[in-house]
């Protein structure tokens, strides 16, 4: 994945400032582990969580499905940050993007 918007700490494995002139940053390899909805609806109700958006493409765009969403739409990852008020992020454009258009 690539997160656009924001940079990534692999120290600390958070989310934070991006750096200048860096538009893009390359997330490291990504686990995916089903939860239970407990204890998915605990942790992302932690300060600091941001609901990110996961897009096929840059272009944050596509028709809309029945679901109401965008065809372009994959799903939400919730990233963990420094910054607990949420708009931070949302103020940034800050995305996941599946692919880069180059």
Same mark, same amino acid.
């Given at each position: 994945?690539?997160?656009?918007?924001?940079? &990534?700490?692999?120290?600390?494995?958070?989310?934070?400032?991006?750096e200048k002139a860096v538009l893009?940053?390359?997330? =490291?390899?990504?686990?995916?582990?089903?939860?239970?909805?407990?204890?998915?609806?605990?942790?992302?109700?932690? =300060?600091?969580?941001?609901?990110? =958006?996961?897009?096929?493409?840059?272009?944050?765009?596509?028709?809309?499905?029945?679901?109401?969403?965008?065809t372009n739409f994959v799903c939400?990852?919730?990233?963990?940050?420094?910054?607990?008020?949420?708009?931070? &992020?949302?103020?940034?454009?800050?995305?996941?993007?599946?692919?880069?258009?180059?």
């Amino acid at each position: 994945f690539f997160l656009q918007g924001a940079g &990534w700490d692999l120290e600390t494995v958070k989310m934070v400032e991006s750096e200048k002139a860096v538009l893009f940053k390359e997330l =490291p390899i990504t686990w995916i582990q089903v939860v239970e909805e407990a204890l998915y609806s605990s942790v992302s109700k932690q =300060p600091g969580r941001y609901s990110c =958006p996961l897009y096929k493409t840059s272009l944050r765009k596509g028709t809309l499905a029945t679901t109401g969403h965008s065809t372009n739409f994959v799903c939400y990852f919730h990233l963990p940050s420094d910054v607990e008020d949420q708009g931070h &992020w949302v103020r940034r454009g800050v995305a996941l993007l599946c692919m880069l258009d180059d």
